[in-house]
C-alpha cells in the first residue's frame, strides 16, 4: 500500500516541492535544444505542408463524436499526405520563438508545460505510399522526416515490443513518442516529471482526433517492453527513452 501511495503523490500537484531550488535555467544554464537533429548521413524526406493538405472529414464536433479506440485496420495504406497530417496535428510547429536571435521555445499544435514539447516522434512504417517500410524520426521545426533504417522482422519485433498486441504490426504505421527529460527538467526540476506526462496526454488526443478526420483509428498504448522498444527506435533508456505508443491505420 505504501508504493500505491507514493504513486499516488506522484499525481498530485507537487510545485511546492520546487521551493528553495535552483532549477538549472535559474542557474543560467544552456537550454537542451528544441529538437534531436538530424544525424548526419540519413535521408530526409519532405512533407506536406498543412496549408496544401485536403482533410476528408474536417469537422471537429463529428471527429469528437466518432473517436474510440480502433484496434482493427484495413490493408489500405496511408498517404504521405495523411501522414504529413497526422504528424502535423500531433506535434507541429506554429511558430519559433527567438530570444536574442536564438530559438528558444516552439509553439505547436498542442500544449506544453512552459513549452517544454519534451518528445520526439519516432515512427515505424508498414504501409505508407511512397515510404520505404523502416524506423523514421519526425523533424517538426522543419516538418520533415528522417529515415533511420529498416529491417525484415520489424513487424515482429514491435509485436513483441508491445507484449504480443499484434495490430502493431497489423497497422500501417506505429507512433512512439520519447521522451527527452531534460527538456522540462532544466526549468521544472523534480515537477518536470508529471508535466511531461500530462503533454503526452495531449499530443495522442490530438492523433485520435485526426485520425478520424482521414477515415483512419488508433489506439494509444502504454503496455509495453521498455527495453525492446527503446531498443527498436534506438534511444539510450536514461536520457531518452519511450513513454507511449500509438497504432495508426485505415479502418
Not at 518536470?192 to 500530462?198: D, T
Request: a positive charge.
Amino acid at each position: 500500500m505504501d508504493k500505491i501511495k507514493q504513486q499516488r503523490n506522484f499525481m498530485k500537484a507537487n510545485f511546492k516541492a520546487l521551493q528553495g531550488i535552483q532549477t538549472d535555467q535559474m542557474k543560467q544554464l544552456p537550454q537542451p535544444s528544441l529538437e534531436k537533429p538530424a544525424e548526419e548521413g540519413h535521408k530526409l524526406i519532405e512533407l506536406i505542408p498543412i496549408e496544401k493538405i485536403k482533410i476528408k472529414r474536417d469537422t471537429l464536433i463529428e471527429n469528437i463524436k466518432n473517436r474510440k479506440s480502433r484496434r482493427n485496420f484495413s490493408n489500405e495504406p496511408l498517404t504521405v499526405e495523411e501522414l504529413s497530417f497526422l504528424l502535423w496535428a500531433s506535434q507541429g510547429v506554429k511558430e519559433v520563438i527567438k530570444r536574442l536571435d536564438k530559438a528558444y521555445a516552439t509553439l505547436r499544435t498542442v500544449p506544453s508545460a512552459g513549452a517544454r514539447h519534451a518528445f520526439e516522434t519516432y515512427l515505424i512504417i508498414h504501409n505508407v505510399s511512397g515510404l520505404e517500410p523502416g524506423v523514421y524520426r519526425y523533424l517538426p521545426i522543419e516538418h520533415k522526416l528522417i529515415y533511420l533504417y529498416s529491417e525484415k522482422n520489424l513487424k515482429e519485433k514491435i509485436i513483441e515490443a508491445t507484449l504480443g498486441q499484434k495490430f502493431t504490426g497489423n497497422c500501417s504505421v506505429v507512433f512512439i513518442w520519447s521522451c527527452v527529460a531534460y527538456r522540462g527538467e532544466w526549468r521544472y526540476h523534480t515537477a518536470a516529471h508529471k508535466a511531461m506526462l500530462l503533454d503526452a496526454g495531449h499530443i495522442c488526443q490530438n492523433l485520435y482526433l485526426a485520425c478520424e478526420a482521414i477515415d483512419a483509428g488508433t489506439c494509444a498504448i502504454a503496455a509495453y517492453d521498455q527495453e525492446k522498444v527503446d531498443k527498436i527506435i534506438q534511444v539510450d533508456g536514461e536520457e531518452e527513452y519511450t513513454i507511449y505508443l500509438a497504432p495508426v491505420g485505415k479502418y
